[in-house]
């Protein structure tokens, strides 16, 4: 049974465009991430959501936008995309609190052309 | 505000031999913390994590990790690598609210045969 599973596996798309990753958690958890990973694989957080509600924000461009429509969902959209959203995306998950295991996806690699 | 430092950005060891990854972590309270295992083009793994119960944890493929308060470090051993050890590995640090990780920048660990 997959965990935390993410579509697409691999993204290439032009410059300028929209597109979207989802994210899906069967692990019952109340908290979703997204994370990206640079690449120097370097991994920083983006959002977080507890219930449904937006709970993290760090500082993303407003291109970037999460969806929770459950709990066990997380989505991104991403608009007009740039050459320097090129990346790998990991989805996690947790009960949120603090010393809980994040578990996580196995990413998106975004490519902008 | 927390920190998680990673002192070594690549280490190589031979198959059979100790394998060593340094973390040093800076927090204003007491965190917990993880490392996390990358195997390449795949998503990030637990290997394990410390959360004040006990400062030698053990974790899994025979990896282990302790905690020194007095140094402020995580440092992660293994007694004999194997070459399927071959990976990234992060040391993160938690315990905020809401479950907010900080990421080292990553160890990259080579094992010759």
């Known amino acids: 049974d997959t965990a935390v599973s993410q579509t697409p596996k691999y993204l290439v798309t032009q410059m300028g465009n929209d597109k979207s990753i989802k994210c899906e958690q069967n692990?019952?958890?109340?908290?979703m991430y997204w994370y990206k990973q640079d690449s120097k694989k370097f991994l920083k957080i983006m959002f977080s959501y507890n219930n449904k509600e937006l709970i993290i924000n760090e500082t993303v461009p407003n291109r970037f936008s999460p969806k929770s429509p459950d709990k066990a969902h997380l989505n991104l959209h991403i608009n007009s995309l740039e050459l320097g959203d090129s990346a790998v995306y990991f989805c996690?998950?947790?009960?949120?609190?603090?010393?809980?295991?994040?578990?996580f996806g196995p990413g998106t690699r975004l490519t902008v052309l | 505000a927390q920190s998680v430092t990673q002192l070594d950005s690549h280490v190589s060891v031979s198959e059979g031999t100790p394998v060593l990854l340094r973390c040093n972590y800076s927090?204003?309270?007491?965190?917990?913390l993880f490392w996390y295992v990358q195997h390449p083009n795949k998503g990030l793994q637990l290997l394990l994590k410390?959360?004040?119960?006990?400062?030698l944890v053990k974790g899994i493929n025979g990896f282990e990790a302790e905690f020194k308060k007095s140094e402020t470090s995580f440092h992660l051993t293994k007694p004999s690598a194997h070459m399927s050890d071959a990976a990234e590995y992060f040391c993160v640090a938690g315990g905020t609210s809401y479950g907010k990780l900080t990421f080292g920048q990553g160890t990259i660990l080579t094992v010759h045969p």
């Open positions: 692990l019952g958890h109340d908290t």
């Open positions: 996690a998950s947790s009960y949120g609190r603090p010393g809980d295991t994040q578990y």
């Open positions: 927090s204003s309270y007491s965190p917990s």
């Open positions: 410390y959360t004040s119960a006990a400062t």
